[in-house]
């Protein structure tokens, strides 16, 4: 599309700026290599916080809380983890449905496919007032699952982190300022739980991402909030490794970022759009992370990539990933690595007229260079949320990404009207 020199005779300001914002955005969808966003899960309720997965065999997994009645299973009680699974890599869907009912609600989903048998999936989940940490596995593409208790105690648990290699399974959560890892080494069948960090300061803890390394060496990304004064305190980002299957780990202080945004006018809590750091490693062992963190107390953040060839022990020199300008706010980092090399990354800004996108680059050299910035999220009709320049909030805490049989990159997102409701979640792939 050809725009003009200069705004149209008699075209009010308004009118011209938004069709300049509206070419600008078409502009940024024409890209081929992405399909066009489009609903998953119910058609029905409220989703948001869609973990995805990929085997070897075509198969895409997205596990999702589905907040809202259930057709045909009144043991579900909202919200309730639903599966949604593509025999095709993502061309077409099966009608969702819950994955293991529970008469208590069911929160903060993950799920992974095995590295080593590239068929295998596990899925991460809470109940029981969020006082037991779950784990499934399925060895028939989804039909069917194996549960276990990864965690059972008195107090509540936050945002399960799943990584796993063979017959070692790792659930990373917190219980408030204590940072836990529950390990497996048969298959998720039995559970021993470690505090990675026993001295830690009154506050919070939060899991980001995780990731078993081709030597067997574990992997944990989390933040820690103070307590008190959100809006002020610095977040703490760290990445934890253990070499002897999760018995004992070191903990490496990857970045501070300063106290997150306001998100008041939103209706959900300070730390939402505070930092985060997701974590992925490579077919030859190398670490990645993305993160977001920011400079001045309440101010926008930026997003963050770094690497490790080290196991862990030391990372390279954080390097600004995104092309936005100054102030603009950045959240949610998302991260997946196939072969040597070969790293994806997403992220969610206000870069169009405060409104919010998802961005997505790639690497063929570890993070060395990275394609152009691709806009996934796009306009569609029907929801008062998603506006052709972009959508008004992003729904729930995280979002995923994943590398397909093929290499090929397949995303899902949330987005909603604020953080409360409503929402839904959306899905793309491509290269």
């Known amino acids: 599309m050809v725009l003009p020199s200069s705004r149209p005779r008699g075209l009010p300001t308004f009118a011209a700026c938004l069709l300049l914002a509206l070419a600008t955005v078409q502009q940024a969808l024409a890209v081929p290599n992405f399909t066009p966003q489009r609903r998953v899960g119910y058609n029905t309720g409220d989703q948001w916080e869609p973990a995805l997965a990929a085997d070897g065999h075509g198969h895409i997994y997205i596990l999702f809380p589905q907040y809202g009645s259930i057709n045909n299973c009144p043991a579900c009680t909202a919200p309730t983890i639903a599966l949604s699974v593509s025999n095709d890599n993502g061309l077409s869907w099966q009608p969702p449905h819950p994955l293991l009912p529970s008469s208590t609600s069911q929160f903060d989903p993950q799920i992974v496919v095995d590295p080593v048998d590239r068929q295998t999936v596990y899925a991460s989940w809470l109940q029981n007032n969020k006082r037991d940490v779950m784990v499934a596995r399925s060895q028939d593409f989804g039909h069917t699952w194996n549960l276990a208790v990864a965690e059972r105690s008195g107090d509540s648990a936050d945002k399960p982190v799943l990584a796993v290699r063979g017959a070692d399974v790792y659930v990373g959560f917190n219980h408030e300022r204590h940072f836990l890892v529950a390990a497996s080494h048969d298959y998720a069948g039995t559970f021993t739980s470690v505090t990675v960090n026993p001295n830690a300061v009154p506050g919070w803890s939060l899991a980001g991402g995780a990731t078993v390394d081709s030597n067997g060496g574990v992997y944990f990304s989390w933040m820690a909030y103070a307590r008190l004064q959100l809006s002020t305190r610095p977040v703490n980002i760290y990445v934890s490794r253990s070499s002897d299957g999760g018995r004992s780990w070191t903990t490496v202080l990857l970045d501070v970022s300063s106290a997150p945004p306001d998100c008041s006018a939103q209706t959900c809590q300070a730390e939402f759009l ?24 309440g101010a926008s953040e930026r997003i963050y990539f770094s690497s490790s060839t ?30 040597a090399g070969d790293v994806r990354i997403a992220w969610m800004d206000t870069r169009r007229y405060s409104l919010w996108n998802v961005f997505q680059r790639s690497s063929s050299n570890g993070g060395a260079t990275w394609s152009d910035e691709t806009q996934l999220s796009g306009p569609s009709h029907g929801y008062d949320y998603v506006l052709p320049a972009g959508f008004r909030f992003p729904f729930g805490d ?31 792939h491509g290269r």
């Open 274 to 297: 505070g930092a985060q750091i997701a974590l992925a490693s490579d077919a030859a062992g190398t670490l990645y992370t993305l993160w977001n963190a920011g400079q001045e107390h």
């Open 310 to 339: 080290s196991g862990g022990a030391s990372w390279s020199a954080k390097v600004d990933v995104s092309s936005a300008s100054d102030h603009v706010e950045h959240c949610f980092p998302a991260i997946a690595a196939a072969a």
């Open 398 to 428: 995280y979002f995923s990404i994943a590398i397909d049989n093929l290499g090929t990159t397949h995303v899902a997102w949330g987005e909603g009207r604020n953080y409360k409701s409503p929402g839904s979640i959306w899905y793309t």
